[in-house]
């Protein structure tokens, strides 16, 4: 049975919107895109590399995996992180694509509830959750996430679309392990205790 773990980068008001670069989502107007870029350091790479080597399998939703897909696959093998994501089994939630161009990937059509908890069943390791908003949310909806490893970011943007965007119930989390980075970044790993209802 296959775990799944949410991976995200978080300011302090929760915004995980745009991490990467200006035009990664301006939905909304979202003016902020990028924001991640200047607390990088060689500690959360580190982090990222260790992270990468027990999972087993990525999902993603169909705006997440189209990102994903349009930068990974060119770049070399001599960076870990884009031969692991180029060499692992990757799996799309969506009713609008019919393929994928990415080696490596598969559909998942139909309920995407029936669709994680099945693969799950079928899957062993971890099964990694990156960006993926609106999947996250449905995941979170259903009890579907064992672990959540944030990385929170020293900044408040005040607008966005945040990682937890309401649940239908109190959700119970347990500490794991968290670790500073030189720029103030908090890497913390969360182990899900289910709902508090």
Not at 35 to 45: H, M, N, R, S
Not at 50 to 63: P, Q
Not at 81 to 88: C, M, Q, S, V, W
Not at 139 to 168: C, M, N, Q, S, W
Request: glycine fraction near 12%; charge should be negative; charged fraction near 20%.
């Amino acid at each position: 049975m296959g775990k799944l773990a949410v991976i995200e980068f978080v300011t302090l008001d929760g915004v995980m919107q745009g991490f990467g670069g200006p035009e990664e989502d301006r939905d909304d107007g979202f003016v902020h895109g990028g924001w991640g870029a200047p607390y990088a350091d060689e500690v959360q790479f580190r982090s990222a590399a260790e992270g990468i080597a027990e999972t087993t399998a990525y999902l993603w939703g169909r705006k997440t995996y189209q990102h994903m897909a349009a930068h990974w696959p060119n770049e070399p093998d001599t960076n870990p992180i884009a031969k692991h994501l180029n060499n692992t089994p990757k799996y799309v939630i969506t009713n609008t694509l019919t393929r994928l161009d990415w080696p490596g990937s598969n559909i998942l059509t139909g309920d995407p509830v029936a669709s994680v908890r099945g693969l799950k069943a079928r899957t062993s390791g971890t099964i990694a959750v990156m960006g993926s908003g609106v999947l996250v949310q449905t995941l979170v909806d259903h009890d579907l996430i064992e672990e959540y490893r944030l990385f929170i970011y020293p900044l408040v943007l005040g607008t966005g679309k945040r990682l937890f965007r309401g649940a239908p119930h109190p959700l119970r989390f347990q500490l794991v392990k968290c670790v500073p980075t030189s720029t103030g970044v908090l890497m913390c790993s969360y182990r899900s205790e289910g709902s508090n209802a």
